[in-house]
């Protein structure tokens, strides 16, 4: 019951950052300097998956060059003798077959792009990371995440509270806390409005989710926003099995909307010291004139 699969839902058009995203798979898209998919594909490795399994779409050529070695940049970067570059495009190559791609040929949903993946996934548990959820944390999510699932041993998401005006964005809960940081799921709903939601508490997207949901994904039914739903399918499972939601410490930025990834970048990057003084002295210039 160890958890070696992460599936990486990346077939999302990007219309929200039109036109960078035109040409462009929006996970590509700079956090400081890395693609806001390495962040997630990073917290992935970290936590002890061994295989990546995208679910991409068509445009998304660039990403998965990232994740392959690029023999002219390699050579440049020899023959300048840029040896720390060099060693860090080798590094974010994944060890050879690690990596699997499949392809969500129409836009249905996230419910149905985890299901694009279910033979590959087969008949064990699997993280799910949506890259767009980006997490500023000293506890990566996804490792605490399977810790928790060693000993619980049931389906989880990541969950944080949100401002109730906020609810139609995400799946919202009705939980029960057990423990400081775990809640049992007792009913989800997916984007409901403010006024239906039976709390403010969201799903964040990192899951680890049991095989028997792709049952449910199979079923096709059409949820919030005419789209297969995984929050609809994880409300049935949640019939016959618990789920848990792991209450995260962290700054979540959401990368899929423009002011969310600005706010991103400026939190990524003051954490970086070679930039930080510079950007600190500019946003104090910039604050004077509010
Ligand atoms: C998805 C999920 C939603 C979750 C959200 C977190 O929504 O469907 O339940 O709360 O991610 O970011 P999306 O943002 O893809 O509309």
């Not at 960078?20 to 300097?33: F, N, R």
């Not at 064990?124 to 928790?148: N, R, Y």
Request: a neutral charge; charged letters at 30%; hydrophobic letters at 40%.
């Amino acid at each position: 019951m160890k958890v070696k699969k992460a599936v990486f839902p990346v077939a999302g058009l990007g219309t929200r950052f039109i036109p960078a995203t035109k040409a462009m798979a929006k996970e590509m898209l700079p956090v400081v300097d890395k693609p806001i998919i390495q962040y997630a594909v990073e917290e992935a490795f970290q936590a002890g998956i061994e295989q990546i399994i995208f679910v991409t779409g068509r445009g998304k050529k660039a990403l998965e060059d990232h994740f392959d070695r690029s023999f002219e940049i390699e050579h440049a970067l020899e023959h300048k003798g840029k040896s720390d570059l060099l060693k860090q495009i080798q590094e974010l190559v994944p060890k050879t077959g690690t990596i699997v791609y499949t392809r969500q040929n129409q836009p249905l949903g996230l419910g149905h792009a985890i299901w694009c993946a279910r033979d590959i996934v087969g008949d064990e548990p699997f993280a799910v990371l949506l890259a767009d959820d980006l997490i500023q944390t000293d506890k990566p999510v996804l490792s605490e995440m399977v810790k928790k699932f060693d000993r619980l041993r049931a389906s989880m998401a990541a969950v944080m509270e949100v401002e109730k005006e906020q609810t139609d964005k995400y799946g919202i809960l009705d939980a029960t806390c057990v423990e400081d940081d775990i809640v049992r799921i007792d009913d989800m709903i997916e984007k409901p409005s403010p006024e239906e939601a039976p709390s403010n508490l969201a799903i964040i997207g990192r899951y680890i989710l049991m095989p028997k949901i792709f049952e449910y994904l199979g079923r096709r039914k059409k949820g919030a926003g005419g789209e297969i739903q995984l929050t609809d399918a994880m409300k049935i499972l949640l019939k016959e099995q618990p789920i848990f939601g792991y209450k995260f410490n962290g700054k979540r930025f959401d990368c899929g909307d423009k002011a969310g990834f600005q706010m991103a970048n400026l939190a990524f990057a003051l954490e970086r010291p070679d930039i930080r003084n510079r950007l600190i002295k500019f946003i104090r210039d910039v604050e004077k004139d509010f």
